[in-house]
């Protein structure tokens, strides 16, 4: 592609686009990257260079760019039955094959999905699906729901009142009343001199002092990210869970467990749920759903909340595009190929393993104060000093690191300084080496720049 064309697309965008998430001051100082194609775990922008994609776009395209199964069963489906909606006791093939397609790996006891366009619009659903559901009970006044500092449950008012960002909740007033937030169980940056056993211990009691401050009588749910992406790949200590599941049992509240990101393989698992050993009563879905290759979210319901949800008669939500035919076909494939390519066993396997040991060997590297990561899931933290985990001041290096990649063609995220990768699930050991190898470049150039 030519410079004249890549020049033709950035003014496109500076002159009408608003991207998500993008320092508009900064786009009108400095060219947009235009990615035009991508095949496997590789992008390439508009002026050819090849990319290796370590985040799977956003944490989303499971199966790799460019199968063609995925393209043929959305052009099959487009012809057949382009849409149809789903209101008022309708439905179609797609949406309810793709129903039992989901309740078959999902954690015992969880048969039913409800249908949205994206993780946001599945997360609003929980929040109003929890209400609802005290209230069938006969408790309107459990309504409370407690979320994490951190945690991101997406960009709807919804959304991003249950997660816990400071940086969004300031833009638009959040959040909403009605919603709590704990400490995220984040030990490199917050467990001082703990360990992190006692560290992770210390952390999920907040939740049960939470639900005493507020009362139980008023709180509907709790809501975390199995392990947080978003927030830097916080991997909890092992101690977190176990505890967590210990109040949980000990209190009449409902457990959402965010899969938007753990879902569909991430973590070597199905699900997080499922590598935790957790037993969610609600499930968001979305991104790993299709691949990414086509939006679509959905909220995974314990089989006793969907008795009471019966007893309620209609629930007044729904999404115009809830269960899209089209995506539905996506997403039913995008399953029959994770079983039967068996690409979750082989995470959990091989990749995961051989990725963890590679990823481990970054921790010798001057600027790496830690290196964790579980499943095809990591994050490195850069630091000043690796004794105290001192970081650098103000603005740190991870946008420096994080620009080094796009220099050396390799995608990786900065969360302040913490970089974090989840490549495709279908990655090869061949290709870990090259990630790693570009990782290792990138650190070397940013510390040339930082040290
Ligand atoms: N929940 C989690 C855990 C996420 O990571 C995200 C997106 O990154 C969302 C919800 C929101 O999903 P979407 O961007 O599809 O609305």
Request: hydrophobic share 40%; glycine share 10%.
């Amino acid at each position: 592609m030519s410079d004249s064309q890549t020049l033709h697309w950035q003014a496109l965008s500076r002159d009408h686009h608003l991207p998500p998430f993008t320092d508009y001051k900064a786009l009108n100082a400095k060219g947009t990257r235009i990615i035009t194609k991508a095949s496997g775990v590789y992008l390439w922008d508009s002026e050819g260079h090849k990319i290796l994609d370590a985040m799977a776009g956003l944490w989303c395209v499971n199966l790799g760019y460019g199968r063609e199964e995925l393209v043929e069963a959305a052009t099959r489906q487009m012809r057949e039955l382009p849409y149809y909606n789903l209101f008022f006791q309708t439905a179609h093939p797609p949406a309810v094959a793709l129903a039992k397609a989901i309740a078959d790996i999902a954690p015992a006891g969880m048969n039913h999905v409800f249908f949205t366009g994206s993780g946001s619009e599945a997360n609003d659903t929980v929040l109003r699906m929890v209400r609802h559901y005290w209230a069938i009970k006969g408790q309107p006044a459990k309504k409370v729901v407690i979320g994490r500092w951190n945690g991101y449950h997406g960009s709807t008012i919804a959304g991003a009142s249950l997660g816990g960002m400071k940086a969004m909740h300031e833009q638009g007033d959040g959040p909403i009343p009605g919603i709590e937030h704990i400490d995220q169980p984040y030990w490199f940056g917050e467990g001082g001199d703990m360990s992190p056993e006692e560290f992770g211990v210390r952390i999920a009691d907040q939740l049960e002092q939470k639900i005493l401050e507020v009362g139980e009588d008023k709180v509907a749910a709790f809501i975390a990210e199995p392990i947080q992406g978003a927030g830097g790949v916080i991997i909890p200590p092992e101690s977190y869970w176990p505890r967590v599941k210990e109040i949980l049992a000990r209190y009449d509240i409902l457990f959402i467990a965010d899969e938007v990101i753990c879902g569909f393989g991430r973590t070597g698992e199905w699900f997080g749920s499922d590598y935790y050993g957790l037993e969610p009563d609600l499930m968001p879905i979305a991104k790993g759903l299709t691949s990414g290759y086509i939006p679509m979210g959905g909220v995974v319901v314990r089989d006793e909340v969907v008795h009471t949800l019966n007893e309620g008669g209609e629930f007044y939500h729904g999404f115009t595009y809830s269960g899209h035919p089209v995506a539905a076909a996506v997403a039913l494939e995008n399953i029959r190929i994770l079983r039967e390519e068996k690409i979750v066993e082989r995470v959990k396997t091989k990749t995961a393993p051989y990725l963890q040991s590679r990823w481990q060997e970054l921790l010798e590297h001057p600027l790496v104060g830690e290196a964790r990561g579980v499943g095809l899931l990591g994050a490195l933290e850069l630091v000043k000093n690796k004794k105290t985990r001192e970081r650098f001041a103000d603005p740190g290096v991870g946008m420096l690191c994080r620009e080094h990649c796009f220099r050396n063609g390799l995608v990786m995220r900065a969360v302040g300084d913490t970089m974090i990768i989840s490549p495709p699930l279908v990655i090869s050991e061949e290709q870990i080496d090259e990630l790693v190898g570009k990782v290792r470049l990138c650190l070397d150039a940013t510390a040339k720049d930082a040290l």
